[in-house]
């Protein structure tokens, strides 16, 4: 079974750096469709960096130029470094792959104080 699991949430000071893994198991996924969200409190779901079609990415506007995302495919796993962070980046992140269906993992709590 497909199972992606999330990593290095925590609490950081505005302006400082955070990176997140994610880990994938249960086969081998290409990068399409791979990709990062965050809930922020009060606000629905959001994208916040994908993966698509030739490992182009994109970025929401609210972190283009502050966030990265990366993956190592030896580990199955994907990144998202995350610069310059904001208390408007307050927000639960989520981790996901499409494989015949979306998947998610179980979300790491990201704080941001100012």
């Known amino acids: 079974q497909v199972r992606l699991v999330e990593f290095g949430g925590g609490l950081v000071q505005a302006g400082g750096s955070l990176t997140l893994p994610c880990e994938a198991s249960?086969?081998?996924?290409?990068?399409?469709?791979m990709g990062w969200y965050r809930q922020a409190p009060g606000k629905q779901r959001e994208w916040v960096a994908v993966?698509?079609?030739?490992?182009?990415?994109n970025y929401a506007d609210s972190v283009k130029g502050r966030f990265t995302i990366s993956r190592d495919s030896a580990k199955n796993t994907m990144y998202l470094r995350m610069n310059s962070l904001k208390p408007e980046d307050t927000a639960v992140y989520y981790c996901?792959?499409?494989?015949?269906?979306?998947?998610w993992g179980q979300g790491t709590q990201v704080t941001v104080s100012s």
């Open positions: 993966f698509t079609a030739g490992d182009r990415t």
């Open positions: 996901s792959l499409y494989a015949r269906s979306r998947y």
């Open positions: 249960g086969g081998i996924f290409s990068s399409n469709g």
